[in-house]
């Protein structure tokens, strides 16, 4: 009987995959860790393992000698494909096509918090201040797609819906509610107009520190960046220079080069940001969101083993 071994962060999401899972496919030994500690702990046994592609550590990974197919519950799993542990062999699965809502949604909450100030209001709230001005509107405002995959498809009709032009940076040549299309080489000029910048884009080699000086000072000095993506994608550094000196009116971030974001990060007391962590596809219905696929890849993979899951991916 082959172990399948499922570990997601918050234990009671854990329980409610190894019961669902368990009823559709009895023939399987399937368990649950609640702690990195147990995941290791049954680690040897392991076929299959479904968790959090981005927290699977090396060790972990290593520690799984019969592995031979890992079912990520989230988009991005650039770390496992870097991971030398990883074997060349093991296929990959994600879950795409689910996160559009709840990304789009951070994304508009962060727009609409920079662009009225929310911080400001709030300390106004609490110091029984009555700091009454005009707010600015996301009506009319220009906000810049950088990728245009399935997340910028919802985000783009969120934004239209509430009166926004909407550009992306691209190689396609067209998308659903997308008014100009920049190739990736005019990134600057992209920027440039934007009132919202919007990172959108996987993590690769190719887009690491997309976002860094140049673009920065391209941007108009009332705009603001937002980057729910990855981390690396944008040069905090650079972020930080340009949140200091005011070349940029602000930023809002989900996604750090370095996860938990310190506590001593300077990013945490820049000036005009607005830092979230990394909760833009955590949903309280995530666990829903995701169960279809992973049924589909599991019935896949019970009828034809691993070469058979449809769209994996493989470390090269």
């Known amino acids: 009987m082959k172990t ?23 023939g399987y030994d399937i368990r649950g860790a609640k702690s ?19 927290q699977m550590s090396p060790a972990l990974v290593a520690a ?26 093991v296929p990959i699965t994600t879950c795409t096509g689910v996160q559009g809502p709840q990304m789009s949604e951070l994304a508009l909450m962060l727009m609409l918090a920079l662009a009225r100030r ?13 700091d009454r001005r005009p707010q600015p ?17 919802v985000l783009a009709l969120y934004c239209k819906t509430m009166g926004m032009r909407v550009t992306g940076v691209s190689g396609r040549d067209t998308a659903p509610n997308v008014d100009r299309i920049y190739a990736r080489s005019a990134l600057a000029d992209a920027a440039a107009e934007a009132d919202f910048l919007v990172v959108l884009v996987p993590l690769s080699a190719q887009t690491r520190h997309i976002v860094g000086a140049e673009v920065l000072a391209a941007m108009k000095p009332g705009a ?11 040069d905090e550094d650079a972020l930080l220079d340009a949140l200091t000196s005011g070349s940029i009116a602000g930023a809002g971030m989900d996604v750090f080069a370095t996860e938990p974001l310190p506590a001593d990060s300077p990013l ?31 019935r896949a993979y019970d009828a034809g ?10 470390r090269t």
């Not at 399948?4 to 009895?26: C, K, M, N, Q, S």
């Not at 509107?137 to 498809?153: D, M, N, R, S």
């Not at 691993?306 to 493989?314: I, K, Q, T, W």
């Open 64 to 89: 799984m000698p019969k592995l031979e197919w890992v079912q990520s519950l989230t988009t991005g799993v650039d770390n496992l494909l870097a991971m030398e542990e990883m074997p060349r062999h």
């Open 4 to 26: 399948i071994l499922i570990r997601h962060e918050l234990p009671d999401w854990t329980d409610w995959y190894v019961d669902r899972l368990g009823a559709e496919f009895p």
């Open 137 to 153: 509107l996301l009506h009319g405002k220009t906000v810049c797609l950088l990728g245009l995959g399935q997340i910028a498809e």
């Open 268 to 298: 945490r007391s820049a000036p005009n940001a607005i830092l979230t962590p990394h909760v833009g596809g955590f949903a309280d219905v995530y666990h829903e969101q995701c169960f279809p696929t992973l049924l589909e890849n599991f």
């Open 36 to 54: 990195a500690g147990e995941a290791m702990a049954e680690a040897p046994d392991a076929r299959v393992y479904v968790g959090i592609g981005p």
């Open 305 to 314: 083993g691993p070469d058979a899951l449809p769209g994996a991916l493989r």
């Open 224 to 234: 603001f960046l937002v980057n729910i993506a990855r981390g690396g994608c944008v």
């Open 118 to 130: 929310l911080p400001a209001l709030l300390d106004a709230q609490r110091s029984g201040a009555w």
